[in-house]
């Protein structure tokens, strides 16, 4: 048991590598101090960036699939004045069609009681969404008798307009403001990430009062039958008649990744550059060692260590120094995400309902860890 414990490696025992890496922290540790702290640096810019362009998906990612659920295809007017509902009524009794659900998005402005705005996306929903399975629209339409008359509020966006349930908020839309109470509040169990977005749900008649459009929604949320889902599509062209189109239920995921393709493209360059300066940072300390490193290989040497099992031990301790160093830049980094890049830009707000709640994913980790390591080993092995 103790021989999987403490394996030989090249013939060096695990515990044997470790007990070297001790050593030399006992006998140096301000170089090795100074090394981990440029990987740090290097992966909490890395990772700090990362985090919030993910961050900017992820909400929006939750909040549309929460809504749509298991709809396939969505029937969307072509500019913000909607369509009639009775397009929705027909797109329903289209044979194949198992769900369709009628959909009212509209910007608006909501006014706190102390005077604080906040531009949010009114989204109107009816119980028939609660068909689609979706978990936030499930959220939406059991909670129908509460929302009758007011509006649902994310708690992130309660809490920037200082209200609570039952408060009075006023809506702004279409140059005129009206009154209407919170009903409800849908927190990180029901969104997700997605719990500061920047959305206020209600009913769709209400939403509709409210918004002072009249009985128009802004698309249609399409399950079709079973193996019907190809007869549906030709039915919804032929409804849509060229005035209307015809999209994948998700598609405004995929607007939100083109908008989004000119940021990756510069975080890219910045995680680059980021990687680089903790590279850097790290060669430099490494150098100062350079004279004591030398002294230390070639003792090994005399023990008789052949030269893979000293690369093996190099390696190992810029294994150990590269991992203790990126998980406190991983710490560092969430921290720079909350301060200096939880701000969604205005252009992508003003057309997606994206939210500042920042959210981690393993993979980002793993990628940030990765270029922590990747840099500490270049750096020892040079």
Do not use: C, W
Request: proline share 4%; charged share 15%.
């Amino acid at each position: 048991m103790s021989a999987l414990l403490n394996p030989r490696i090249f013939g060096v025992r695990l515990s044997v590598l470790a007990h070297l890496y001790r050593r030399r922290l006992r006998a140096h540790p301000a170089g090795e101090l100074l090394a981990g702290a440029g990987v740090a640096i290097g992966v909490a810019l890395v990772f700090g960036v990362l985090l919030a362009n993910a961050s900017l998906e992820s909400s929006a990612s939750e909040l549309v699939h929460g809504l749509t659920g298991s709809a396939r295809y969505a029937l969307v007017a072509r500019s913000s004045q909607g369509f009639e509902q009775r397009l929705a009524e027909e797109a329903g009794n289209l044979s194949g069609v198992q769900v369709a659900a009628p959909v009212l998005r509209e910007n608006v402005t909501l006014i706190g009681p102390r005077g604080k705005q906040e531009a949010v996306q009114l989204i109107g929903v009816s119980p028939s969404i609660e068909s689609l399975g979706g978990s936030a629209t499930q959220q939406y339409a059991s909670a129908t008798a509460l929302l009758q008359g007011g509006v649902g509020l994310p708690t992130g966006v309660a809490g920037d307009l200082g209200v609570e349930r039952g408060a009075s908020v006023g809506l702004a839309s279409k140059g005129q403001v009206r009154t209407t109470r919170v009903k409800a509040l849908l927190g990180g169990g029901v969104l997700g990430s997605a719990s500061s977005s920047p959305v206020a749900v209600a009913v769709l008649a209400v939403a509709q009062q409210l918004a002072g459009v009249g009985p128009r929604v802004s698309e249609v949320l399409i399950e079709p039958a079973p193996g019907k889902a190809g007869m549906v599509a030709g039915e919804l062209r032929r409804l849509a008649a060229g005035r209307l189109d015809v999209r994948p239920a998700d598609y405004e995921l995929g607007l939100l990744s083109q908008a989004l393709r000119p940021s990756r493209q510069s975080t890219s360059l910045f995680s680059a550059i980021s990687v680089m300066i903790g590279f850097l940072l790290a060669l430099t300390a490494m150098l100062l060692t350079v004279p004591e490193r030398r002294r230390f290989i070639a003792e090994l040497r005399m023990r008789g260590y052949e030269p893979r099992q000293i690369v093996l031990l190099l390696g190992f301790q810029a294994l150990a120094l590269g991992v203790v160093a990126s998980l406190v830049g991983v710490g560092a980094g969430e921290l720079l995400s909350h301060v200096l890049f939880q701000r969604t830009p205005s252009f992508l707000s003003a057309a997606f309902p994206i939210g500042t709640e920042v959210a981690v994913h393993l993979g980002t980790v793993l990628i940030a860890i990765g270029a922590g390591v990747l840099a500490t080993a270049l750096a020892s092995l040079s």
